[in-house]
Every structure is written in C-alpha cells, then in structure tokens.
C-alpha cells in the first residue's frame, strides 16, 4: 500500500482491527508516531506500544544517561523490540548495564527484544559484560550488531561466557556484525557456522594486526557448516600454507611470512575449505580481504607490503576456485589485500563466465616500504 494513500479518520481508527493498526504504524517514523499518541486517548492506546518499538540512544562526549530515559525505558520495556546504542567517546554499553535496573531474571529486563547495535568505545575487558548484556531478553536474537571505535582499550571480547549464552540464540540469528579492532573473536565464528542455520548476513572483521577476526581454515573445514542460506559472508580465513609464493616481501625471504606446509597440503586445505564456501549457493557477498587503510592512525610505512595475508585462498584455478561456480547470485566479492594470483588470462575468462554480476574488490596495490 502507499502510504501516501492512507487516510485516518480519528473517530473510526479505534474501530479497525488491530492489524490495520499495526500496517498504518509500519508506514511512521518516530516523529509521525509521537503525534499520533497525542491526538487522543485512543490513539495513544493503539500507538503507544509502536513509538517505543525502536528505541535509539545517541550519546557525545559530554552527555550521560538522562534518569528520566531510563525512567521510561524501564516503563515501557515490554514494547522494545530493537535497541541502539551509539557513543562516539566511552564505554556507553558497560555504562547502560549498571544503570538499567536488573531483576532476578535478567531475561525479564526486555521481555521481546531481538534486535541490537551496539557503537562505542570498550573501556573494560567485555567478555562478562557481553555475556550480561546477551541475557537482557526476554526472546530470541534474531540481529546483533557490535562495533567499536578506534580509541577503544579492550575492544570487543566474545570469550567462554559471552559464546555460551549466544549459543542459545544461534538457532534464531539472522544477521551477525562484529567488527572490533582489537577484540578476541576466537571460537565465535565457528559456533555461528555450525549451529546458526537461519544466519543470513555473517560479518566477522578485525584490523590487520589484530588477534581476532579471522578464521583458521584448519579448524573450519571439520566441522560442519549449517547456514547454508548465508547471503553476506565477510571474514579472513587465514593459516593455509602458501609455498607458492616465492618472492621475496619487502627486504625479507618468503619464510618469514608464509606458513609452513607443501604445496600438495596447500591445496588439500584450500580445496576443502572452497568446497565449505561452494555450499553457501545463495551469497550476494563474499568478502575474504581485508583493506589496509595507509590514512589510518596505526598504519606504519611497510604495512601495505607486510601486513597483507599471505597465508589466504589463492583464488586462483589451480588452487581449486573452480569449485566455486556455482555461486551465482554474488555481486561483490572482496580479495583486497590477499596475496593472490587473478589477473591471468584463465582466472579472468572464468569470472567473467561464471560470476558475470559480480564485482572483483582488489584494492589498491602497491609497496610501500620506500614510500616517504
């Protein structure tokens, strides 16, 4: 329906059925919403519960929790469905979880949230203010997304607390986003691959130095991978053995870079870990790259030449990227900053018959080492 064809008659609106109320408050933004609960005592029955459906909290440098938000917050909990919190400067999460009053059950808290964002600087390790933070609902996550910021201390921690109370809503997540640039992701991308079979977006991205972020190719290919609806997957797989590269990096041999392995364990792993991905025949995006910003404030001249993976899927036809033809709604796939090998001849004539929509993300390549 148009919204722009929708008439309301304020005397008869209280006589429609409460799903026509629900698709008229699926057509408002908060401000049309927070009109409509003051036309009239019936109107404010029918749109009270919407205006409170998507609760965003913004918050700068200088600003704190206001007591009578929080005040009404606790009000009208039951009515939450999705919650944003956003802070440019402090740990706005850790900073919500004391003040927000806790019952015995925590559950209770936001009985029909599924929907969270979280945006801010992580002063505090947060394992076990993940962990609290996860058992505020009352339902099932459907969509969690975390991010920090450049200045955060610990960044974003799912360890052994967080991971086991997400493992209860794996089953129900639908989009997953993390992108920390100094947190610990080890084991949460695994649990999500083998147990979050109605995962549609799986985003998993760390900074290049960082220890998290990335898979371990070793590990993903024994297990078994249920999300095979998987539309958007972003995330490095990394340690695979890389023997043939053979130039040398910047001043330094191959050696120091590249795992170890022969090249038959080369392929073996890649050709495993391909076949794990050629399952996810519904991607839109596939993004294995990672781009190395030389503008960031942690960049140091070399990081462009040195800091690139070079134990990644070479995509090229030998390695075994003709096990992926099959995926053929993609329409990016992002290798920036890989060592690989695709602009030969072969690997050229191949995306253009079997990824023919989808757009190749190389990035900018150079070596920067000499660079002033």
């Known amino acids: 329906m148009n919204p722009e064809s929708i008439t309301i008659d304020a005397t008869s609106f ?4 409460p799903e026509v109320h629900g698709m008229v408050a699926s057509q408002l933004d908060s401000y049309d919403l927070s009109l409509c609960v003051l036309v009239s005592k019936t109107w404010r029955a029918s749109f009270h519960r919407y205006l409170w459906r998507h609760v965003a909290i913004m918050m700068d440098e200088s600003d704190d929790f206001d007591p009578k938000l929080l005040k009404l917050l606790k009000a009208n909990r039951e009515h939450v469905h999705s919650l944003t919190l956003f802070a440019g400067y402090g740990d706005v999460l850790h900073s919500f979880l004391e003040l927000i009053p806790l019952s015995s059950n925590p559950r209770l808290v936001f009985p029909n949230l599924y929907s969270a964002e979280i945006s801010c600087e992580f002063g505090e ?21 975390f991010n920090d910021t450049s200045e955060s201390r610990y ?78 997957f972003q995330c490095r797989i990394r340690n695979i053995p890389r023997p043939d590269i053979t130039r040398d990096i910047g001043d330094d041999p191959t050696v120091v870079y590249i795992e170890e392995g022969t090249l038959q364990e080369s392929l073996d ?21 990672l781009v190395i910003e030389v503008c960031a404030p942690e960049y140091q001249l070399g990081d462009k030449t040195c800091e690139k993976q070079f ?49 190749i993300e190389l990035g900018e390549y150079f070596h920067d080492q000499y660079l002033e």
């Open 125 to 145: 390790s947060t394992d076990q203010t993940m962990a609290q933070f996860l058992e505020l609902t009352g339902t099932k996550w459907k969509r969690l997304v």
């Open 155 to 232: 960044g974003i921690d799912f360890g052994p607390q967080s991971i086991k109370v997400l493992a209860r809503h794996a089953e129900f997540l639908k989009v997953f986003h993390w992108s920390s640039e100094t947190g610990s992701s080890d084991g949460l991308v695994e649990q999500l691959l083998r147990s979050a079979s109605k995962l549609r977006e799986l985003s998993v991205v760390g900074q290049y130095r960082s220890s998290g972020g990335w898979l371990d190719a070793r590990k993903i290919v024994e297990i078994e991978w249920v999300c095979l609806d998987l539309e958007v």
């Open 311 to 359: 134990d990644c899927l070479a995509m090229t036809l030998d390695s075994g990227l003709d096990l992926l033809k099959g995926l053929k709604e993609l329409r990016v796939v992002g290798l920036e900053d890989m060592e690989i090998y695709v602009e030969g001849e072969r690997e050229q004539a191949w995306f253009k018959e079997h990824w023919p929509n989808a757009k």
């Open 269 to 289: 792993l890649q050709r495993q870990v391909y076949t794990k991905l050629a399952k996810l025949t519904k991607l839109r995006e596939l993004k294995l790259g």
């Open 14 to 17: 209280s006589d429609l059925p």
